[in-house]
């Protein structure tokens, strides 16, 4: 892994020139800020642990507490920690993310979900009951703990070198001897030896510090961070929902413009029409008018039709008012291959559903009538529990290929909208079966 | 001109204002009297109960609920005024409309047409006073797709006995059959009498009989 600029501390640590780079400062940065942070953890988690604390400190003697009193310790630990932790362990997650970006550049995002509502109990549901809370509990309790200790050590040591270096200024201002580690220097000559020791380690020393650090780093990342994974199921979730409600908008909307247009156009288009259809009656035939009207009256009806033939493109009202079943035969009665219907519901569908499925037929019936070469369909649809199963089948040449043409994806992807299965059967020769199943709860209108 | 006859009193239920003012104005055109034009189904039935009309002419798809309310109305009007003719008109064509409207009152004075053919208003004017006279109309359309629909036991039937049907569906005397196809009315009778032993059903003299006969059966082919 050879990148031209490290991304991470322990990337960096393994280049030439790292002691020349900021990293070096990044990693001091992130140990000096480390020990603050893990105190201010340590003494809520102390407290909420005490129970367990107890425990420990009795060591040995926890053989002779009481088997009641042991138990009643060990579950209010586990109930202090488990109910107050994550009030804790959830912002030290944020802070902690935020200090990660010292020792690495890479972009990190939390594991948390977003509550689906605003309220504080939706909040806390969604916390409790999802890994990222616990994750943090677990860092929060490793930071109060061991990380706590290595950065205190490493920061000794720092100090240490820092000693070892200033050593004969120390021994001129201070007053006698100072102690070094193990040993004591009373002289500036006895002192040097060490001053040059301590600037030799000064190169080393930054060496395991940004191990410590880069490691504290990827620990942190590992627990704090949403894995990949995690964020992409949330993702596909949101997604998922998302496209649901898109298709339910764009349903909804395509009733509203059916029903303006409806309720708007058509009838004026229709009373226009009957007023035509009587002047034609009105005018005498040989009257120069005659043909005129006789005309637009005739234009008149071809435009009605048309305009009704839209409307039912856009969302079929005989659907909206007999249901399926109504539906799928008026899509029979359309079509140019004759199509037998056996469609047995116990009663109106959600509306998602109906509009998938009547889409299905009507897609199903166009591609047979297109390219099946078929001379008869059957379409079947039954309802159980709540799954509506459909069933296409032609009598055609069959090699329906989803890869080819997107009608079929169209379909799928329709159906996939809502839950649903869309399995096809289509060998060479034919005949080709489709059959789509859509999960669908009972709505009693 | 037509013939002076006696005035048609005519119940309008439609719930769109402007088709419903083209309908009462094209039926005071031509020898019928609105005597009421209403908006809904509940409307229908008590304005029906006030002026006892001669026909009613009623939509499907009316408020509150925009299904099939003028339909329900009307098979109840039926059953509770014997001989009171009704036509219906239908957003589209919807076999079960069809047969319900057929079955009630013995199928007589009945009709079942398309919004759309309003617009054809010879067409539409002739068609009420049939079901007036007592006759029986199905939408030619209607005919057409239940015709589709039977596809297999209609096999048996030649084309030219299809035809036959076909006209038949729509109320047509043997006489007025024979106009169309350009055939004497006895080529039609033995049609028709082909037509009927075809599909087991018992031959008749009666034009409304034998439409509601072949109209049953097609429609109970589900």
């Known amino acids: 892994m050879s990148r031209r600029n490290p991304r991470t501390l322990l990337e960096s640590v393994t280049r030439r020139r790292f002691l020349l780079t ?13 020990p603050p942070v893990a105190l201010a953890c340590a003494v809520p988690l102390g407290l909420l642990g005490l129970p367990w ?6 060591g040995t003697g926890l053989a002779r507490l009481p088997l009641g009193v042991l138990a009643f310790l060990l579950l209010l630990g586990a109930v202090l920690l488990g109910g107050f932790g994550p009030l804790l362990a959830v912002p030290l997650g944020g802070l902690e993310r935020a200090r990660l970006r010292l020792v690495d550049s890479r972009p990190v995002a939390a594991g948390h979900r977003t509550p689906p509502a605003r309220d504080p109990w939706s909040w806390f549901r969604t ?4 890994p990222a809370t616990w994750l943090a509990l677990g860092y929060a309790a490793l930071l109060a703990t061991v990380l706590l200790v290595l950065s205190g050590a490493a920061l000794a040591l720092l100090l240490l070198v820092g000693v070892l270096i200033a050593a004969p200024l120390l021994v001129v201002s201070g007053e006698g ?14 002192a040097l030896p060490y001053t040059l020791l301590g600037l030799v380690l000064l190169v080393v020393v930054p060496y395991p510090m940004a191990l410590l650090a880069g490691t504290h780093g990827l620990l942190a990342r590992t627990l704090l961070a949403g894995g990949t994974h995690a964020r992409l199921r949330t993702e596909l979730v949101e997604v998922s929902r998302s496209r649901a409600r898109l298709v339910d908008a764009f349903e909804a909307e395509r009733r509203r413009i059916e029903r303006d247009l409806h309720d708007g156009a058509q009838q004026r288009l229709v009373s226009l029409t009957l007023q035509l259809g009587l002047a034609r009656v009105e005018i005498p035939a040989d009257s120069p008018g005659a043909a005129a009207v006789a005309d637009a009256h005739e234009q008149a009806k071809v435009f009605m039709m048309e305009l009704r033939e839209l409307i039912r493109n856009i969302h079929p009202k005989v659907l909206t008012d007999r249901g399926l079943p109504a539906a799928v035969r008026d899509l029979a009665d359309q079509s140019a291959v004759p199509v037998t219907v056996d ?15 009547y ?7 166009t591609n047979i009538a297109k390219h099946s070469g078929g001379t008869a369909a059957r379409v079947w649809a039954r309802q159980r529990d709540d799954l509506l199963t459909l069933e296409v089948r032609d009598d055609g040449r069959g090699g329906a290929d989803p890869g080819r043409g997107t009608g079929l994806t169209g379909l799928a992807d329709r159906v996939a909208v809502i839950d649903g299965r869309m399995l096809l059967s289509s060998p060479p020769g034919g005949p080709t079966l489709l059959r789509v199943e859509l999960p669908c709860s009972r709505n009693d209108p | 001109m037509q013939p002076q006859r006696p005035v048609i009193r005519v119940v309008l239920a439609e719930d769109g204002v402007l ?9 005071g055109r031509f020898g019928f009297e609105v005597v009421a034009a209403v908006g809904d189904a509940e409307a229908l039935g008590r304005a029906v109960a006030e002026h006892a009309p001669d026909l009613v002419l009623t939509d499907i798809r009316m408020p509150p609920d925009f299904t099939d309310e003028g339909l329900r109305a009307a098979v109840e009007l039926r059953r509770a005024h014997p001989g009171l003719a009704v036509v219906a008109l239908s957003q589209y064509v919807e076999q079960s409309y069809a047969a319900d409207l057929l079955d009630s009152d013995g199928g007589r004075r009945v009709g079942y047409l398309l919004k759309d053919r309003v ?6 004017v002739g068609a009420l006073r049939q079901v007036v006279d007592g006759g029986t109309i199905v939408d030619p359309e209607v005919v057409r797709r239940l015709l589709r629909r039977q596809r297999d036991p209609l096999a048996r039937l030649s084309a030219r006995e299809r035809e036959v049907l076909a006209l038949v569906a729509e109320g047509r005397s043997n006489a007025a059959i024979a106009r169309v196809l350009v055939v004497s009315e006895a080529a039609v009778g033995k049609h028709v009498g082909n037509i009927l032993a075809k599909l087991d059903l018992p031959p008749t003299e009666d034009t409304n009989r034998r439409v509601l006969a072949v109209l049953a059966y097609l429609t109970g082919q589900r």
Do not use: H
């Open chain 1, 343 to 357: 469609a047995e519901l116990p009663g109106r569908l959600p509306n998602a559903v109906e509009a998938t499925a």
């Open chain 2, 19 to 27: 088709l419903r003012e083209g309908l009462v104005g094209l039926l």
């Open chain 1, 127 to 130: 916390r409790y009951t999802e």
């Open chain 1, 359 to 365: 889409f299905v037929v009507a897609e199903a019936l």
């Open chain 1, 22 to 34: 900021g990293w070096p400062w990044r990693a001091l940065a992130y140990l000096l800020t480390t």
């Open chain 1, 53 to 58: 604390l107890f425990l420990l400190s009795r």
């Open chain 1, 177 to 190: 001897a100072v102690s070094i580690g193990v040993t004591q220097v009373a002289t500036v000559g006895e």
């Open chain 2, 119 to 124: 617009v054809d208003v010879p067409e539409f």
